[in-house]
């Protein structure tokens, strides 16, 4: 038996029936640790206003819906519903 497993790290939100990755309006939500407690990083990798071929220039753009999402997200973590990776626990 092996001693790896799988753990996500990232988690993407996206509309219905869109690519999770490519998605034009896909955002992802990454976990880390700053030592103090949980970092979330929130990545949005559609195309830039300005050029259709960057991606992820930083500029981010969210509705109520989701926020929501990460929101419920976040607490799903802090509350210890969703497991971290040892790594990156606090």
């Known amino acids: 038996m092996s001693n790896l497993q799988i753990t996500p790290v990232r988690y993407a939100i996206h509309k219905k029936g869109e690519s999770p990755i490519y998605g034009d309006d896909a955002v992802h939500l990454t976990v880390q ?3 103090a407690g ?3 990083t929130i990545e949005s990798i559609s195309p830039s206003d300005t050029n259709d071929d960057v991606y992820g220039q930083g500029k981010l753009s969210l509705d109520t819906e989701e926020i929501m999402l990460i929101a419920k997200l976040v607490e799903k973590i802090e509350d210890g519903d969703i497991e ?3 790594g990156n626990k606090k």
């Open 84 to 86: 971290i990776p040892a």
């Open 38 to 40: 949980y970092f979330y």
């Open 33 to 35: 640790d700053t030592g």
